[in-house]
């Protein structure tokens, strides 16, 4: 009866604060986006276990207004760091040669990040977008949304006292605008093109003097293709992300309904979090899953009908135009012989217990020049050349409206629909599935329309280098005919249309983990697609070699349920041991006298390691022997040996999944690396037959806690990078993997059957119930039970209903 009573009291209050009366909606003006906003908004938060809020409002404007506040309660200190990035105010509070956390753009020091976002500021870039009609900008429910995270994140800094020691009592932690969250979300989508380049944008100087240079300094001044490349390839988005992500079609299901497990990499600390959530407006949307902070709408997430993930795609969502200069003045260049001024954009950063900082940044019809001897691309700027970025994601705030329609898709279908109509996601596929057995995967991004054929007219001669190498065009900005066109179904000009993007529909599995769409499927491979996209028939990552085979053997298998979604995820089955580690334990016995010669040049006894690799299980178990030094020697021999030497067997495109294999024992460097981690671990005071989570842990509240899975060179599903700390016993922190892991299907019931787990926790506060909760179940191997269904939130233990309100 008492759990009955409770049922209807909360029930009456969460459709109490849904049917409350809200102001009329209106126009937001420039000054109206600038104000913070307050008031007049009023949402319902039920908690349930591990601190999960399901935001229960009338509409989108109320909806927001509560998952702002909420987010505020977990993360306000990470959120209004972020907001200080975005306003370019970091030199100001924090001093200009500090670094951010890079979670909003590459900067490596305040003073270039205050530089970039200022400059975005000044221009009115995220206000020019804001008011553009949808669907080129933010429809009228996004931006209520926005509106409504800001007042909700306020009203929360209003009544609430701040906790958490990283920014209480700071001046800096102030109430935020709308405009403020739209910049937030344009932050996240130019993260693979200006935001990755901000240092090159904002440190880009014209030459200067007249003097003949050197051949020295001609040579210096060089483009250089290979290290383009390189830098490129750690630029997407900042090498730090990468992703899991299958769905299963009712083919290979027990109830023939579709199957989705989603396991995005992302960083554990900094304002690249997720964080959980439930969403709901009654009869209008209803949808749970993970937001990224500061964004008021599901980012990963399923429904009562459907699920989808995403992981970071091969696709290079920029392009670089080389100038032809005016002679005699390089910020003039030429198109078809008609010479174009640069506009200068002058940017003042205030400076704590400083002088203000004014510097000029310079701009082109293509986009901002990029030059800096320091930045993140090799392109110099001399008297006769200089490169500029064209990053179509910087026309793009479409990226909410894109989830927004995920959250309110009933199908596969709607979920493609959304992503044609609104054609958001900045640098991401798409995976899903959905409840009538449909799987889905699509890499339908927002790129540059740079063609194969438009590059082999258009490719300058550093272009016909990077272009073929890493799909990135460096076309010749003096022609006219080079400009990169329009696709007729392409929402902006200048961009691919939707019917050109590598998509695969209800295939028995469709998987990707970050390399290119053409073995989604290994049975029904994707091809015709630009090289921009990625590459056909070039070998694979580990990773996605080793997650292919186990989700082509699950389908082959079949009557799959969301518990083989949950034994997947932590299988934690290191395809780099199965196919190394014996071979090297056989090298290992045969050393001659046991011994192997360090980077030292001294002798090392390995004998007790062969015993140790051939007793390992190959699995990431925290409780697993023989993992810890696997793993170390791994890492030593692929920076020793070059791929090509590291396998017998070369890879083949006609058997890309188990290949290249066997591997070559002979290298130069196999005998080093095995020495030096014996050395590396014995220095430490570490047994070579350690248990891994006895050295792979992070510290929580002053207590260890073990963490499973490995480092992407491993190609463990499971990923998970760590910072090498030997004195204080291995892998001390988790820098990036693992973060919202979601395992969802269907029974017909109405409710979806979810399994969710938030790896580093809802909240960054060292003093919140749910700082390290969901660390510790991580750690365990264990899973959170969706509560979906109002029965499943009305009967959780740990419920408590709070009712917001500005």
Same mark, same amino acid.
């Given at each position: ?19 409350? $009366? ?72 924090? *001093? ?60 929360? #800094? ?31 989508? /130019?993260?693979?093109?200006? *935001? ?50 299958? $769905?299963?079609? &009712? ?9 989705? !497990? ?26 749970? &899953?993970?937001? #990224? ?40 260049? !030429? ?11 002058? /940017? ?22 990029? =030059? ?38 009933? =199908? ?23 409840? =009538? ?14 063609? %194969? ?21 460096? !076309? ?17 000009? *200048? ?16 998987? %990707? ?10 049975? @029904? ?31 082959? +298998? ?70 810890? #030094? ?30 290249? %294999? ?11 690396? #095995? ?19 006895? %050295? ?6 002053? @207590? ?22 030997? $004195? ?47 660390? +510790? ?9 969706? @509560? ?17 309100? *500005?």
């Amino acid at each position: 009866m008492r759990t009955r009573l409770r049922q209807l009291v909360v029930t009456a209050v969460a459709l109490a604060t849904a049917s409350a $009366a809200l102001p009329a909606a209106t126009a937001q003006s420039q000054d109206r986006q600038e104000r913070p906003a307050h008031g007049g908004l009023s949402a319902v938060v039920r908690y349930t276990e591990y601190g999960v809020p399901h935001v229960v409002a009338k509409d989108y404007a109320n909806l927001g207004f509560g998952t702002g506040w909420a987010q505020a309660a977990d993360q306000v200190c990470v959120l209004a760091d972020g907001f200080v990035t975005v306003r370019g105010e970091r030199s100001r509070v924090f *001093g200009p040669d500090e670094a951010p956390d890079r979670s909003l753009s590459s900067a490596g020091e305040n003073l270039s990040s205050d530089l970039y976002f200022r400059g975005v500021r000044d221009a009115g870039t995220v206000q020019k977008l804001l008011d553009q009609p949808a669907p080129r900008g933010p429809s009228r429910q996004v931006k209520d949304l926005m509106r409504g995270w800001a007042a909700g994140y306020n009203a929360w #800094l209003k009544q609430k006292r701040i906790s958490d020691p990283a920014c209480r009592g700071a001046a800096w932690v102030r109430p935020v605008t709308a405009l403020d969250v739209a910049t937030r979300l344009y932050a996240l989508s /130019v993260l693979g093109g200006q *935001g990755g380049t901000v240092d090159d944008i904002t440190a880009a100087r014209p030459p200067t003097g007249s003097a003949t240079p050197s051949a020295r300094t001609l040579a210096a001044r060089t483009p250089d293709a290979e290290g383009l490349v390189r830098a490129v390839r750690e630029l997407l988005p900042d090498g730090s992300m990468g992703s899991n992500a299958v $769905a299963f079609d &009712g083919s290979t299901t027990a109830n023939g309904r579709g199957l989705l !497990l989603g396991n995005p990499h992302y960083p554990w600390h900094g304002g690249r979090r997720f964080w959980q959530s439930q969403q709901t407006i009654p009869g209008e949307l209803n949808v749970s &899953g993970g937001s #990224l902070l500061g964004t008021p709408t599901i980012s990963i997430g399923y429904n009562a009908q459907v699920a989808w993930s995403h992981t970071v795609s091969t696709g290079v969502p920029f392009s670089i135009h080389q100038l032809a200069l005016v002679p005699g003045d390089p910020t003039a260049y !030429l198109v078809d012989g008609t010479p174009e001024r640069m506009t200068e954009r002058t /940017v003042t950063v205030a400076v704590k217990d400083g002088t203000p900082v004014t510097r000029s940044q310079w701009w082109t019809r293509y986009g901002p020049v990029l =030059s800096s001897p320091d930045g993140e691309l090799p392109l110099p700027w001399t008297t006769t050349t200089a490169y500029a970025l064209n990053d179509p994601n910087a026309a793009n705030l479409r990226f909410a409206d894109t989830s927004l329609g995920f959250s309110k898709a009933r =199908s596969t279908a709607d979920v493609l629909g959304s992503l044609t109509r609104n054609q958001g996601l900045p640098w991401v596929n798409t995976v899903a599935a959905d409840s =009538s057995g449909h799987s889905l995967f699509s890499q339908s991004q927002v790129l540059p329309r740079v063609t %194969n054929e438009l590059a082999t007219r258009c490719s300058t001669a550093l272009g016909k280098a990077t272009y073929p190498a890493a799909g990135v065009a460096v !076309l010749d900005g003096s022609r006219g005919d080079c400009a990169l066109g329009s696709d007729a179904d392409a929402v902006q000009p *200048g961009i691919f249309g939707p019917a050109r993007m590598p998509t695969l529909k209800d295939a028995p599995y469709a998987e %990707n983990s970050n390399d290119s769409a053409w073995l989604a499927n290994a049975d @029904r491979p994707l091809t015709g697609y630009e090289r921009i996209f990625g590459t056909v028939g070039t070998q694979r990552s580990m990773r996605t070699r080793g997650a292919i085979e186990d989700v082509a053997a699950m389908a082959e +298998r079949g009557d799959l349920t969301v518990k083989d979604l949950q034994r997947q995820q932590f299988a934690n089955r290191v395809p780099a041991g199965d196919l190394a580690a014996d071979a090297t334990a056989r090298a290992c016995a045969a050393l001659p006298g046991g011994t192997a010669t360090g980077s030292d040049g001294k002798a090392v006894d390995v004998t007790e390691a062969c015993g140790v690799l051939k007793a390992w299980d190959h699995s990431m178990d925290t409780d697993s022997r023989g993992a810890l #030094l696997f793993d170390r020697f791994w890492r030593k021999l692929t920076r020793a040996v070059p791929g090509a030497q590291l396998w017998k067997v070369p890879f083949s495109a006609a058997d890309p999944v188990r290949t290249p %294999n066997t591997l070559n024992t002979d290298a130069p460097g196999f005998a080093r690396a #095995l020495a030096d981690t014996v050395t590396e671990l014995r220095t430490a005071g570490i047994a070579l037959d350690a248990k891994l989570g006895a %050295n792979q842990f992070v510290v929580r509240g002053g @207590r260890r806690i073990p963490v499973p899975g490995g480092t992407e060179s491993l190609g463990v599903w499971n990923k998970i990078e760590s910072v090498w700390n030997a $004195a204080a016993g291995g892998y001390t922190e988790v820098s990036t993997g693992s973060s919202h892991i979601q395992a969802v299907g269907w029974d017909g019931s109405g409710c979806p059957v979810a399994r969710t787990l938030l790896t580093y926790s809802q909240s960054s506060n060292p003093n919140s119930a749910h700082f390290a909760d969901q660390t +510790r179940l991580f750690s365990r191997e264990k899973w959170v039970t969706s @509560r979906f269904c109002e029965k499943d939130i009305h009967s959780s233990p740990a419920l408590k209903v709070v009712r917001v309100h *500005g």
